[in-house]
Protein backbone atom coordinates (compact mmCIF):
# COMPACT_ATOMS: atom_id res chain seq x y z
CA UNK A 1 0.00 0.00 0.00
CA UNK A 2 1.28 3.51 -0.90
CA UNK A 3 1.78 5.83 1.58
CA UNK A 4 0.60 9.17 0.48
CA UNK A 5 2.24 12.61 1.68
CA UNK A 6 0.81 15.57 2.42
CA UNK A 7 3.23 18.35 4.26
CA UNK A 8 1.62 21.02 6.46
CA UNK A 9 1.46 24.37 4.77
CA UNK A 10 4.26 26.86 6.54
CA UNK A 11 1.30 28.38 7.88
CA UNK A 12 0.02 25.58 9.95
CA UNK A 13 3.58 24.98 11.46
CA UNK A 14 3.16 24.63 15.68
CA UNK A 15 6.41 26.56 17.33
CA UNK A 16 8.40 24.20 19.17
CA UNK A 17 9.43 24.18 22.41
CA UNK A 18 11.87 27.17 23.26
CA UNK A 19 13.37 25.52 26.63
CA UNK A 20 13.75 21.54 26.58
CA UNK A 21 14.68 21.65 30.35
CA UNK A 22 10.79 22.83 30.81
CA UNK A 23 9.42 19.43 28.47
CA UNK A 24 6.87 17.81 30.42
CA UNK A 25 5.30 14.72 29.01
CA UNK A 26 2.19 14.63 26.61
CA UNK A 27 1.37 18.24 26.37
CA UNK A 28 3.18 19.11 23.00
CA UNK A 29 2.23 17.87 19.68
CA UNK A 30 4.39 17.81 16.39
CA UNK A 31 3.66 18.96 12.93
CA UNK A 32 2.53 15.84 11.28
CA UNK A 33 0.66 12.39 11.55
CA UNK A 34 -0.10 9.44 10.24
CA UNK A 35 -3.56 7.71 9.72
CA UNK A 36 -5.22 4.57 7.76
CA UNK A 37 -8.32 3.21 7.29
CA UNK A 38 -10.12 -0.15 8.02
CA UNK A 39 -13.37 -1.77 6.53
CA UNK A 40 -14.64 -5.17 6.64
CA UNK A 41 -14.11 -7.24 3.82
CA UNK A 42 -12.15 -4.62 2.05
CA UNK A 43 -8.73 -4.44 4.97
CA UNK A 44 -6.58 -1.60 5.73
CA UNK A 45 -6.39 1.82 2.76
CA UNK A 46 -5.96 4.94 2.71
CA UNK A 47 -2.40 5.50 4.55
CA UNK A 48 -1.22 8.75 4.52
CA UNK A 49 1.11 11.20 6.78
CA UNK A 50 -1.08 14.68 6.99
CA UNK A 51 -1.06 17.79 9.26
CA UNK A 52 -1.79 17.13 12.65
CA UNK A 53 -5.44 18.06 13.03
CA UNK A 54 -8.90 17.37 14.14
CA UNK A 55 -10.40 13.35 13.56
CA UNK A 56 -14.23 13.19 12.86
CA UNK A 57 -16.12 10.43 13.86
CA UNK A 58 -19.73 9.71 14.65
CA UNK A 59 -21.46 9.89 17.53
CA UNK A 60 -22.68 6.22 17.63
CA UNK A 61 -18.93 5.24 17.11
CA UNK A 62 -18.49 2.25 18.75
CA UNK A 63 -15.45 3.18 20.43
CA UNK A 64 -17.04 5.70 22.56
CA UNK A 65 -19.99 3.51 23.69
CA UNK A 66 -18.26 -0.42 23.88
CA UNK A 67 -14.39 0.58 24.48
CA UNK A 68 -12.40 -0.72 21.49
CA UNK A 69 -9.79 1.40 21.71
CA UNK A 70 -6.34 -0.03 22.03
CA UNK A 71 -2.34 1.94 21.17
CA UNK A 72 0.95 1.79 22.18
CA UNK A 73 3.61 4.14 23.44
CA UNK A 74 7.10 3.75 22.00
CA UNK A 75 9.91 6.89 21.36
CA UNK A 76 12.25 7.93 19.05
CA UNK A 77 15.79 9.31 21.01
CA UNK A 78 18.07 11.98 19.79
CA UNK A 79 21.33 10.62 19.97
CA UNK A 80 24.27 12.27 20.67
CA UNK A 81 26.02 11.86 17.57
CA UNK A 82 23.24 13.89 15.70
CA UNK A 83 21.52 10.57 14.66
CA UNK A 84 17.43 9.40 14.96
CA UNK A 85 17.21 6.03 16.57
CA UNK A 86 14.24 3.74 17.82
CA UNK A 87 14.51 1.11 20.50
CA UNK A 88 12.46 -2.29 20.36
CA UNK A 89 9.86 -0.61 18.05
CA UNK A 90 9.09 -3.55 16.22
CA UNK A 91 8.65 -5.30 19.47
CA UNK A 92 5.75 -2.35 20.14
CA UNK A 93 3.38 -3.40 17.09
CA UNK A 94 3.76 -6.37 18.01
CA UNK A 95 2.04 -6.07 20.90
CA UNK A 96 -0.38 -4.10 19.52
CA UNK A 97 -1.14 -6.81 17.59
CA UNK A 98 -1.76 -8.81 20.36
CA UNK A 99 -3.51 -6.32 21.97
CA UNK A 100 -6.14 -6.34 18.80
CA UNK A 101 -6.64 -9.93 18.94
CA UNK A 102 -7.78 -9.71 22.59
CA UNK A 103 -9.97 -6.45 21.81
CA UNK A 104 -11.67 -8.11 18.43
CA UNK A 105 -10.05 -5.75 16.62
CA UNK A 106 -7.82 -6.27 12.72
CA UNK A 107 -4.09 -6.70 12.83
CA UNK A 108 -2.21 -3.96 11.33
CA UNK A 109 0.73 -5.02 8.57
CA UNK A 110 3.97 -4.29 10.81
CA UNK A 111 5.91 -3.67 7.61
CA UNK A 112 4.04 -1.05 6.50
CA UNK A 113 2.74 1.06 9.71
CA UNK A 114 6.96 0.84 10.64
CA UNK A 115 7.04 2.76 8.12
CA UNK A 116 4.45 5.13 7.98
CA UNK A 117 6.09 5.47 11.43
CA UNK A 118 9.87 5.99 10.30
CA UNK A 119 8.78 8.96 7.76
CA UNK A 120 6.49 10.63 10.29
CA UNK A 121 9.69 10.90 12.64
CA UNK A 122 12.01 12.17 9.70
CA UNK A 123 9.37 14.86 8.04
CA UNK A 124 8.91 15.97 12.10
CA UNK A 125 12.64 15.60 12.69
CA UNK A 126 12.85 18.76 13.93
CA UNK A 127 10.82 17.82 17.08
CA UNK A 128 13.66 15.32 18.47
CA UNK A 129 14.82 17.11 21.84
CA UNK A 130 18.01 16.79 22.64
CA UNK A 131 18.63 17.17 25.79
CA UNK A 132 19.44 14.41 28.56
CA UNK A 133 16.65 12.63 29.35
CA UNK A 134 14.36 13.74 26.52
CA UNK A 135 12.98 12.02 23.43
CA UNK A 136 10.10 12.04 21.14
CA UNK A 137 7.43 9.89 22.71
CA UNK A 138 5.25 7.93 19.53
CA UNK A 139 1.62 6.84 20.09
CA UNK A 140 -0.23 4.65 17.56
CA UNK A 141 -3.53 4.24 18.33
CA UNK A 142 -6.93 2.14 17.43
CA UNK A 143 -9.95 3.26 17.52
CA UNK A 144 -13.47 1.46 16.59
CA UNK A 145 -15.61 3.95 14.18
CA UNK A 146 -18.13 2.07 12.73
CA UNK A 147 -21.94 4.15 14.05
CA UNK A 148 -23.79 1.65 15.78
CA UNK A 149 -25.20 0.80 18.74
CA UNK A 150 -25.22 -2.78 19.70
CA UNK A 151 -22.94 -4.87 21.54
CA UNK A 152 -20.40 -6.77 18.85
CA UNK A 153 -17.13 -5.89 17.07
CA UNK A 154 -16.82 -2.69 15.30
CA UNK A 155 -17.07 -3.30 11.38
CA UNK A 156 -14.47 0.04 10.66
CA UNK A 157 -11.22 1.26 12.34
CA UNK A 158 -9.30 4.36 12.13
CA UNK A 159 -5.31 3.68 12.79
CA UNK A 160 -3.38 6.71 13.71
CA UNK A 161 0.07 7.65 14.81
CA UNK A 162 0.90 11.11 16.44
CA UNK A 163 4.57 12.36 17.78
CA UNK A 164 5.15 14.92 20.60
CA UNK A 165 8.45 15.90 22.36
CA UNK A 166 8.97 15.18 26.02
CA UNK A 167 10.78 14.90 29.07
CA UNK A 168 10.72 13.01 32.20
CA UNK A 169 7.63 11.01 33.09
CA UNK A 170 7.41 11.30 36.41
CA UNK A 171 8.58 14.79 38.05
CA UNK A 172 10.73 13.04 40.58
CA UNK A 173 12.91 12.35 37.46
CA UNK A 174 15.43 9.16 38.67
CA UNK A 175 15.24 10.69 42.46
CA UNK A 176 12.92 7.43 44.23
CA UNK A 177 9.30 7.51 43.94
CA UNK A 178 6.53 6.84 46.89
CA UNK A 179 4.31 3.93 45.79
CA UNK A 180 0.59 3.44 47.48
CA UNK A 181 -0.63 -0.57 47.52
CA UNK A 182 -4.00 -0.79 46.79
CA UNK A 183 -5.67 -3.27 48.45
CA UNK A 184 -9.95 -2.82 47.71
CA UNK A 185 -9.74 -1.57 44.19
CA UNK A 186 -8.44 -4.09 41.26
CA UNK A 187 -6.95 -2.88 37.82
CA UNK A 188 -7.41 -6.43 36.12
CA UNK A 189 -8.41 -10.17 36.33
CA UNK A 190 -6.74 -13.09 34.71
CA UNK A 191 -8.86 -13.89 31.99
CA UNK A 192 -9.30 -10.02 31.62
CA UNK A 193 -8.20 -7.18 29.59
CA UNK A 194 -5.14 -6.93 31.69
CA UNK A 195 -2.53 -8.07 28.76
CA UNK A 196 -3.94 -5.51 26.65
CA UNK A 197 -2.90 -2.28 26.21
CA UNK A 198 -6.42 -0.81 26.00
CA UNK A 199 -7.75 2.31 27.22
CA UNK A 200 -10.36 0.43 29.73
CA UNK A 201 -7.25 -0.89 32.06
CA UNK A 202 -6.74 2.98 32.40
CA UNK A 203 -10.18 4.05 33.07
CA UNK A 204 -10.62 1.17 35.81
CA UNK A 205 -7.07 2.61 37.20
CA UNK A 206 -7.91 6.26 37.41
CA UNK A 207 -10.06 6.45 40.88
CA UNK A 208 -7.47 4.57 43.13
CA UNK A 209 -4.62 6.58 41.75
CA UNK A 210 -6.11 9.87 42.12
CA UNK A 211 -7.09 8.85 45.95
CA UNK A 212 -3.04 7.63 46.38
CA UNK A 213 -1.76 11.41 44.50
CA UNK A 214 -4.08 13.06 46.47
CA UNK A 215 -1.53 11.05 49.94
CA UNK A 216 1.23 12.74 48.26
CA UNK A 217 1.75 9.34 46.24
CA UNK A 218 3.18 9.04 42.83
CA UNK A 219 1.82 5.41 41.92
CA UNK A 220 -0.13 2.62 42.68
CA UNK A 221 0.91 -0.81 43.39
CA UNK A 222 -1.98 -3.43 42.62
CA UNK A 223 -2.67 -6.55 44.13
CA UNK A 224 -4.10 -9.37 42.22
CA UNK A 225 -7.83 -9.01 41.53
CA UNK A 226 -8.65 -12.97 43.29
CA UNK A 227 -6.88 -12.79 46.64
CA UNK A 228 -5.63 -9.26 47.00
CA UNK A 229 -2.00 -10.65 48.45
CA UNK A 230 -0.07 -10.57 45.14
CA UNK A 231 2.23 -8.14 43.43
CA UNK A 232 1.46 -7.17 39.70
CA UNK A 233 2.48 -3.92 38.85
CA UNK A 234 1.97 -0.29 39.24
CA UNK A 235 -0.12 1.99 36.56
CA UNK A 236 2.44 2.78 34.33
CA UNK A 237 5.24 0.44 35.20
CA UNK A 238 6.37 -3.31 35.81
CA UNK A 239 7.50 -4.02 38.94
CA UNK A 240 10.82 -5.68 40.36
CA UNK A 241 12.38 -6.40 43.41
CA UNK A 242 15.85 -7.04 44.66
CA UNK A 243 15.67 -9.36 47.03
CA UNK A 244 19.12 -10.65 49.04
CA UNK A 245 20.74 -11.72 45.58
CA UNK A 246 17.62 -12.40 43.34
CA UNK A 247 15.50 -10.16 41.47
CA UNK A 248 12.21 -10.72 40.96
CA UNK A 249 8.90 -9.43 39.21
CA UNK A 250 5.26 -10.55 38.59
CA UNK A 251 4.52 -13.74 36.08
CA UNK A 252 3.02 -12.95 32.70
CA UNK A 253 0.02 -14.45 33.71
CA UNK A 254 -2.64 -12.72 31.73
CA UNK A 255 -3.46 -9.63 34.07
CA UNK A 256 -0.82 -7.76 33.79
CA UNK A 257 0.70 -5.60 30.66
CA UNK A 258 3.79 -7.52 28.69
CA UNK A 259 6.21 -4.52 28.82
CA UNK A 260 8.88 -3.64 26.64
CA UNK A 261 11.25 -2.28 29.13
CA UNK A 262 10.23 -5.21 31.46
CA UNK A 263 11.83 -7.72 28.78
CA UNK A 264 14.86 -5.28 28.00
CA UNK A 265 15.63 -5.46 32.01
CA UNK A 266 14.98 -9.06 32.25
CA UNK A 267 17.52 -9.99 29.46
CA UNK A 268 20.14 -7.36 30.20
CA UNK A 269 20.00 -8.64 34.21
CA UNK A 270 20.16 -12.01 32.81
CA UNK A 271 23.45 -11.17 30.78
CA UNK A 272 24.97 -9.44 33.74
CA UNK A 273 24.42 -13.03 35.16
CA UNK A 274 21.65 -12.00 38.02
CA UNK A 275 19.76 -13.97 39.42
CA UNK A 276 15.80 -13.44 38.12
CA UNK A 277 12.68 -14.84 38.71
CA UNK A 278 9.39 -14.32 37.42
CA UNK A 279 7.09 -15.61 40.26
CA UNK A 280 4.21 -14.39 42.38
CA UNK A 281 5.35 -12.35 45.22
CA UNK A 282 3.09 -11.43 48.13
CA UNK A 283 2.85 -8.08 49.59
CA UNK A 284 2.96 -10.30 53.36
CA UNK A 285 6.81 -11.16 51.73
CA UNK A 286 7.27 -7.98 50.39
CA UNK A 287 6.62 -5.91 53.42
CA UNK A 288 8.76 -8.42 55.36
CA UNK A 289 11.74 -8.21 53.43
CA UNK A 290 11.46 -4.79 53.84
CA UNK A 291 11.41 -4.39 57.32
CA UNK A 292 14.28 -7.32 57.72
CA UNK A 293 16.32 -5.90 55.85
CA UNK A 294 16.28 -8.13 52.90
CA UNK A 295 14.56 -5.84 50.36
CA UNK A 296 17.51 -4.22 48.95
CA UNK A 297 15.88 -2.27 45.85
CA UNK A 298 12.64 -1.89 44.23
CA UNK A 299 12.10 -0.50 40.81
CA UNK A 300 9.68 0.09 38.03
CA UNK A 301 10.13 0.06 34.07
CA UNK A 302 8.51 1.25 31.34
CA UNK A 303 9.09 3.30 28.34
CA UNK A 304 8.01 6.48 29.18
CA UNK A 305 9.79 6.61 32.90
CA UNK A 306 12.70 3.88 31.82
CA UNK A 307 13.67 2.97 35.32
CA UNK A 308 11.70 4.28 38.39
CA UNK A 309 13.65 3.76 41.68
CA UNK A 310 10.96 3.20 44.72
CA UNK A 311 12.11 5.11 47.58
CA UNK A 312 8.78 3.62 49.58
CA UNK A 313 6.00 1.12 49.83
CA UNK A 314 2.83 2.25 52.29
CA UNK A 315 0.87 -0.63 52.92
CA UNK A 316 -2.37 -0.47 55.38
CA UNK A 317 -1.14 3.18 56.83
CA UNK A 318 2.64 2.03 57.08
CA UNK A 319 5.02 3.18 55.49
CA UNK A 320 8.32 0.89 54.23
CA UNK A 321 11.37 2.75 53.01
CA UNK A 322 12.90 0.72 50.68
CA UNK A 323 16.97 1.30 50.04
CA UNK A 324 17.26 3.96 52.66
CA UNK A 325 14.80 6.07 50.00
CA UNK A 326 18.15 6.67 47.53
CA UNK A 327 18.25 4.53 43.75
CA UNK A 328 19.60 1.63 44.18
CA UNK A 329 23.28 0.66 42.41
CA UNK A 330 21.71 -2.01 40.36
CA UNK A 331 18.82 0.07 39.36
CA UNK A 332 20.74 2.94 38.65
CA UNK A 333 23.36 0.59 36.45
CA UNK A 334 19.89 -0.83 34.78
CA UNK A 335 18.92 2.70 33.67
CA UNK A 336 22.08 3.84 32.50
CA UNK A 337 22.46 0.27 30.62
CA UNK A 338 19.50 1.12 28.82
CA UNK A 339 19.70 4.75 27.99
CA UNK A 340 22.81 4.12 26.50
CA UNK A 341 21.44 1.34 24.10
CA UNK A 342 18.19 4.18 22.87
CA UNK A 343 20.56 6.69 22.24
CA UNK A 344 22.79 4.59 20.24
CA UNK A 345 25.69 5.41 22.89
CA UNK A 346 27.28 1.74 22.66
CA UNK A 347 26.75 -1.69 21.20
CA UNK A 348 23.56 -3.56 20.92
CA UNK A 349 23.84 -7.34 21.02
CA UNK A 350 20.14 -7.87 21.21
CA UNK A 351 19.43 -6.22 17.75
CA UNK A 352 17.01 -3.85 19.68
CA UNK A 353 18.35 -0.53 18.18
CA UNK A 354 17.67 0.77 14.74
CA UNK A 355 19.12 4.58 13.41
CA UNK A 356 16.68 6.00 11.08
CA UNK A 357 18.64 8.92 10.43
CA UNK A 358 22.19 9.32 10.07
CA UNK A 359 22.66 12.82 11.63
CA UNK A 360 20.23 15.53 11.64
CA UNK A 361 21.44 18.94 10.82
CA UNK A 362 19.90 22.55 10.62
Known amino acids: MEIRVTEADPSELRPKPSDESKLAFGDIFSDHMFIMEYES?????NSHIRTYSDIS????????????????????????DGAIYLFRAKDNFERLNRSAKRMCMPEVDIPLVME??????????GWVPRSNGTSLYIRPTMIATEPHLGVRPSKTYLFFIITGPVGAYYKEGLNPVKIYVEDYYVR????GTGEAKTAGNYAASLLASEKAKDKGFTQVLWLDAAERKYVEEVGTMNMFFVMDDKVITAPLTGSILPGITRDSAIQILKDWGKDVTERSLSIDEVIE???????????GTGTA???SPVGQITYKGIDHIVSDGKMGALSLKLYNEIVSLQYGEKGDSHGWVERIVQEVTG
Open 41 to 45: GKGWF
Open 57 to 80: IDPAAMSIHYGQEIFEGLKAYGGR
Open 289 to 299: AANNGRLKEAF
Open 305 to 307: AVI
Open 188 to 191: AAQG
Open 116 to 125: GMKRLVLLDK
